[in-house]
């Protein structure tokens, strides 16, 4: 152990207890919060704005029963979003996860079809998702390849070879599959409860569990971190195939809440992950996002469609409106990096 | 005969470092005017002042006997002085005759390309100087002489009068240097000012009609070749006494920590180490850029790990693979490049320091916020670092607190070995003397330091014994107390073994 020594001299030997919280300067002052979690707090605020304007124009939008549904039906897209924003923190991309999650569909309908027990079909689907994420992971930290590149690939591969499967086919889901067998109500609120509880664990586990710091460390500058004694291509491969198996448990979540699994669903899923993420405040650029900013984005597109409706506005503009708010996110960076820089 | 480039009292500072403090120089037509300076003496800022390539604070600069102000890269471009780098900047696919056209050609994006027409221009200005390289050729299949060459005939093309030459000798053979010496004659014989560095004197004794000597920012005089010898340049290089802001030694050496014997890595030049640090001890090692310093450093922290001799730490020989085999026989490095290398930006100083220790855990380990805040507040407090607090953003700091940060993560995995690469560069000056109280400090409770400087005075006051390296591998060892000349000397590879 090395002794502590103070500025002034070097007597060795601990400082005494009092110096332990000690400010060195006056100018020792935990980095103001407001501004570091200004771009999460601003999209908050987005949202907030845009809540009370339903409330006041379109009361409707807060029926019960419709609103349970709208959320339900994100549930799986909040997971997938988490997942794509720990890859990006980690300065990769992945395009494949609705590939992945169509396929990951895909198979617990054929799985439940032959019979097995919910259980199991849920395990199996999990690990499908990881080894496909494995699968590009070993791709990008082993070969070295661009990310981009790599999933584009897999995301064309795993659609077009799902598309000659199945032809276009639905598969019919056991009854009992429904909601995990429960209610519609019980199923929605179970849903968005697993979504919820596995949003927080992540948020959690990303701020205070050893490998979310290496994440963060690998996406900010992976030459530093590899000298400091990481393993940035393990880190890499890891974090692809964490985002393989939320891709099969977000199809779980998804499968469930139809009759049938559509072979082609999560079509356009990866965009609006990574829209979303992008909206929360995840830096493509690695190593900046917090999942509670995701969260926030993955509310404020899925406001957007049913918010139009309500408000009579055509559809046909959602599209439009979801490109800007993600514009106006990136320049909000844009011109937040050039004012750091200066 | 008209002077070229004439350079008035410029200056030119980096945030608290001055680089020039007030440096003259002047380039007559048909000169081949050297340019002489250890590390970071400030060549490389007024070569690229020269340039354009960075605004002067202060001082006056006159091309061709006009003043120019607010200098430009494409300013000096036009004004004939072009640059010929170490590592020639060229596009690798394209043809030599296409590079030069694309130096030479100001055209619009729409207009016809003149195959024909490059291609006769580019053999005419190979043939200039004597260069037998096919226009034709794609440039990476050319090699590093050739490149430079290259360079050359589009400085020619573009009516050069002033061409800075960095180094052009570094990786060339004997028999690419007396190619490259023909045409630097034959430039100065057609009237062309050529300024150029290098660290051989040899060269500069054999090309050079005067040579100017820069120390810490300053010009130390101008004189004619012939009027100079080799020990007055050494002499002007090193320069003053060793200043009184270095730490006393006061420990004996303990037992040895780590030892090499005919270490080396053919990947990174290194070859036939054989090296003893001992506990308590601080040992310089010296040299040139290039000499293969930093190549040692990344071979004992498994960067480049080693392929020839043994590495042995506290008696036992060792496997060094990669770092993390590195930090767990208790080696710690703190690169030189901090921006890149060192201190994670984005990341809070607390994350900074507690990098290397986290390295080490398991993933699923709860990171317990309140041991790490106590742990870096304990080293903002002893290492004296100026700091909002430890959540602020690693980029917030200063130089010199960054590297206190650098140095406190590896002082947190504590280590038995450090090793200290250009520690105290870009740092400030007051900044840097508590550098050197901790290094000091941090011997005494017995570490091992190995420190890589380029900094002599540096080396000088703060080593118990001093290493020279010289291309690739040890070439003199000295002890506390030698003259900063003996080491510029061995350093320069005038004298061969010292004691």
């Avoid at chain 1, 935990?30 to 006041?56: G, H, N, P, T, W």
């Avoid at chain 2, 494409?74 to 060229?90: D, E, K, N, S, V």
Wanted: with cysteine; net charge positive.
């Amino acid at each position: 152990m090395l002794r502590r020594f103070s500025r002034t001299g070097f007597q060795g030997g601990r400082a005494p207890p009092h110096s332990k919280t000690q400010a060195p300067n006056l100018l020792l002052r935990d980095f103001d919060l407001m501004q570091k979690y200004s771009r999460e707090i601003s999209v908050a605020i987005v949202l907030a704005l845009l809540l009370l304007v339903m409330a006041i124009a379109a009361p409707a939008f807060y029926e019960p029963q419709p609103l349970l549904s709208r959320l339900a039906r994100e549930a799986p897209t909040l997971i997938v979003a988490c997942g794509v924003a720990l890859v990006m923190v980690a300065r990769e991309i992945d395009i494949s996860i609705g590939s992945i999650f169509a396929l990951c569909g895909v198979c617990a309908g054929l799985l439940a079809g032959s019979g097995w027990p919910l259980i199991a079909v849920c395990g199996v689907v999990v690990l499908i998702g990881a080894v496909l994420g494995a699968m590009n992971g070993a791709l990008v930290a082993g070969l070295r390849l661009p990310s981009i590149v790599v999933t584009l690939a897999t995301m064309v591969i795993l659609r077009e070879g799902l598309r000659w499967k199945q032809q276009g086919a639905f598969i019919n889901l056991p009854d009992a599959w429904q909601w995990f067998g429960l209610s519609q109500r019980g199923g929605q609120w179970t849903l968005i409860a697993c979504a919820l509880i596995l949003l927080a664990v992540l948020a959690w586990v990303s701020r205070n569990l050893a490998a979310g710091r290496f994440l963060y460390a690998v996406g900010s500058n992976a030459e530093a971190a590899r000298l400091a004694g990481l393993r940035p291509r393990w880190i890499t491969l890891a974090v692809f195939v964490f985002m393989g198996a939320l891709a099969g448990l977000a199809a779980l979540l998804n499968v469930v809440q139809s009759p049938q699994v559509d072979p082609k669903s999560g079509t356009g899923l990866e965009l609006k992950a990574i829209a979303a993420a992008v909206v929360g405040g995840v830096a493509v650029s690695g190593g900046r996002g917090n999942l509670w900013g995701v969260f926030v984005g993955v509310l404020l597109l899925a406001c957007i469609n049913p918010a139009l409706t309500y408000l009579h506005v055509e559809a046909y503009w959602e599209k439009a409106i979801q490109g800007a708010i993600i514009l106006l996110a990136v320049i909000f960076d844009g011109l937040r990096n050039r004012r750091s820089t200066n | 005969m008209a002077t070229l480039l004439q350079l008035r009292n410029v200056t030119k500072s980096f945030g608290a470092v001055r680089a020039l403090r007030g440096v003259s120089f002047a380039l007559e037509e048909g000169e081949v005017h050297a340019l002489l300076g250890g590390n970071g003496a400030g060549k490389s800022t007024l070569i690229k002042v020269i340039t354009g390539a960075y605004a002067l604070d202060d001082g006056q600069i006159q091309i061709g006997g006009q003043t120019v102000s607010h200098l430009t890269p494409a300013r000096a471009r036009a004004l004939g002085i072009a640059c010929i780098y170490q590592q020639p900047a060229l596009f690798p696919d394209l043809s030599v005759a296409e590079n030069i056209a694309l130096r030479l050609e100001k055209t619009s994006p729409l207009h016809t390309i003149g195959w024909a027409a490059r291609q006769t221009r580019a053999e005419e200005l190979l043939h200039r100087i004597g260069a037998e390289i096919d226009p034709a050729a794609e440039v990476r299949t050319l090699s590093m002489p050739e490149q430079q060459l290259v360079e050359i005939a589009c400085a020619l093309g573009a009516g050069a009068r002033v061409v800075i030459m960095d180094e052009p000798t570094a990786s060339l053979t004997q028999k690419e240097q007396h190619l490259l010496f023909a045409v630097v004659r034959d430039l100065r014989a057609h009237g062309v000012g050529v300024i150029y560095i290098s660290h051989r004197l040899e060269e500069i004794f054999a090309l050079a009609d005067r040579v100017t000597v820069l120390r810490d920012g300053e010009s130390v005089g101008t004189n004619p070749v012939d009027a100079i010898n080799e020990a007055m340049l050494i002499k002007m290089m090193v320069g003053r006494e060793v200043a009184a802001i270095y730490p006393l030694a006061q420990s004996a050496p303990g037992e040895s920590r780590l030892t090499l014997k005919k270490v080396g890595c053919v990947q990174s030049g290194v070859h036939g180490i054989d090296l003893e640090l001992r506990a308590g001890e601080i040992v310089g090692l010296a040299g040139l850029v290039g000499a293969g310093r930093t190549e040692l450093a990344r071979i004992l922290f498994g960067l480049t790990p080693a392929d020839a001799g043994e590495i042995q730490l506290g008696g036992q020989a060792v496997q060094i693979t990669d770092p993390r085999s590195a930090i767990a026989h208790g080696i710690a490095y703190v690169p030189e490049d901090r921006r890149r290398h060192g201190v994670i930006m984005e990341m809070s100083i607390a994350a900074n320091t507690t990098m290397a220790i986290h390295a080490q855990i398991f993933p699923g380990t709860w990171l317990r916020s309140a041991a790490e805040r106590q742990l870096t507040l304990d080293f903002i407090r002893d290492l004296g670092v100026k700091a909002a607090g430890p959540q602020a953003p690693g980029g917030s700091l200063s130089g010199g607190n960054q590297q206190k940060i650098a140095l406190a993560r590896w002082l947190a995995t504590k280590p038995k070995v450090l090793i200290l690469d250009e520690p105290t560069q870009g740092v400030d000056v007051g900044a840097k003397s508590e550098i050197y109280k901790i290094i000091r400090h941090l011997a005494a409770e017995g570490l091992a330091v190995l420190m890589i400087s380029s900094d002599l005075p540096e080396v000088l006051g703060m080593s118990d014994r001093i290493l020279v390296m010289r291309g690739g591998t040890i070439v003199a060892e000295f002890a506390r107390g030698a003259g900063a000349h003996e080491v510029m000397a061995a350093a320069l590879g005038q004298k061969k073994e010292a004691a």
